[in-house]
């Protein structure tokens, strides 16, 4: 019940399109204690239901760039490929302190950043 | 050139954070559309999602394959998650964003803290 709570958190924070996966994943691992890359695999495959229903709105709605998305696509399922190894081959407490050193920098943007005029 | 060289780059940073993170690759793309390309805020967002899913896909694959995924966990965070997300859909426009981002901040800030004490 507990984890459905932090991810209906995490999915209302998503929702607004505040980054939800850097809430839920220091939920998980601080108050329930969920090893660092378990629950980064939480954070991932629950995106993906989600994510699909949301895509079906704004393709309907015609909310996509599609004239710009190929390149990106192409380079970031690189990226992924390889962020996914490093991933794997860290061990968790390290991960963990690089994952915090990353909710750092976007704790500061988010403080000092400004709306589009 | 230039543009396509600036899109390939987004988007391998955006994917390095996916999967070393499991998060955070819309904290990147979102602000380059708003910021750099100057595309309207609810297109940036569609936009970001139709880029991160197939990269989320990707990611999943690989640690479902290394044994990362712990099912149950993942089933109930998804069904919070999806109406989680309806949920915040909904108050988008009814809630003063700007205030929630501040106050999201400091709790990020707080939380790193916390990590990096533990």
């Known amino acids: ?117 | 050139m230039k543009k396509k060289l600036q899109l390939i780059l987004i988007g391998f940073l955006t994917g390095i954070l996916n999967g070393l993170f499991g998060a955070g690759g819309g904290t990147l793309i979102v602000p380059f559309f708003v910021f750099i390309l100057g595309i309207e805020d609810h297109k940036a967002h569609a936009t970001a999602i139709s880029i991160i899913l197939p990269l989320t896909i990707l990611s999943s694959i690989i640690y479902i394959k290394e044994n990362l995924i712990n099912l149950p966990l993942t089933l109930n965070i998804a069904l919070g998650s999806t109406v989680g997300g309806y949920i915040g859909a909904k108050l988008l426009y009814k809630i003063p964003i700007k205030i929630l981002r501040k106050i999201f901040g400091i709790i990020m800030i707080i939380a790193a803290v916390r990590i990096f004490i533990s």
């Open chain 1, 1 to 117: 019940m507990k984890n459905i709570i932090i991810g209906l958190l995490s999915g209302i924070i998503s929702g607004m399109g505040i980054g939800g996966g850097t809430l839920l994943i220091p939920l998980l691992t601080i108050f329930q204690g969920i090893e660092q890359h378990v629950a980064q695999g939480a954070n991932l495959l629950s995106f993906v239901p989600t994510a699909f229903i949301a895509l079906i709105y704004h393709i309907k709605n015609k909310n996509i760039k599609t004239d710009i998305i190929l390149y990106i696509i192409i380079s970031g399922l690189i990226g992924s490929f390889i962020g996914s190894f490093i991933s794997v081959l860290i061990n968790s407490t390290l991960l963990k302190k690089m994952f915090a050193a990353f909710l750092l920098l976007m704790g500061i943007y988010e403080l000092l950043s400004k709306e589009k005029k």
